[in-house]
């Protein structure tokens, strides 16, 4: 069956770095685009950032540009965030998402999410 499993979350001070991971199974990882969202407390989930499949361009949140970098390993099955200069208003769930469409269906995966924490 279709998995995301996101790691790497925790507990960081402001100004510090995290690596997300996010491990997927059950697809074919490379034909998809893949992204991460997150979600504070009370808010909205956003999209941070997104990595796309074939010409593996990026595009991230203007909130985190220069700050966070979204990479994948297509033989690994695997998309990173990693994130520098952390703030407090990084502090969120974060979750990893797969992507992809045909001229009929679009396929959408989700994982159950990481937190991150910044905080001193």
């Known amino acids: 069956q279709v998995q995301l499993v996101e790691s790497g979350g925790g507990l960081v001070q402001p100004g510090g770095s995290l690596r997300l991971s996010c491990a997927a199974s059950?697809?074919?990882?490379?034909?998809?685009?893949m992204r991460w969202y997150r979600q504070a407390p009370g808010k909205e989930r956003e999209l941070v950032a997104v990595?796309?499949?074939?010409?593996?361009?990026?595009n991230y949140a203007d909130s985190v540009k220069g700050r966070f970098t979204i990479s994948r390993d297509n033989a690994l099955n695997t998309v990173y965030l990693q994130m520098n200069s952390l703030k407090p208003e990084d502090t969120a769930v974060y979750y990893c998402n797969a992507i992809t469409s045909t001229a009929r269906n679009v396929y959408e995966y989700w994982g159950q999410g990481t937190q991150v924490t910044v905080s001193s």
């Open positions: 990595i796309y499949t074939f010409t593996i361009g990026t």
């Open positions: 059950g697809f074919t990882f490379s034909t998809y685009h």
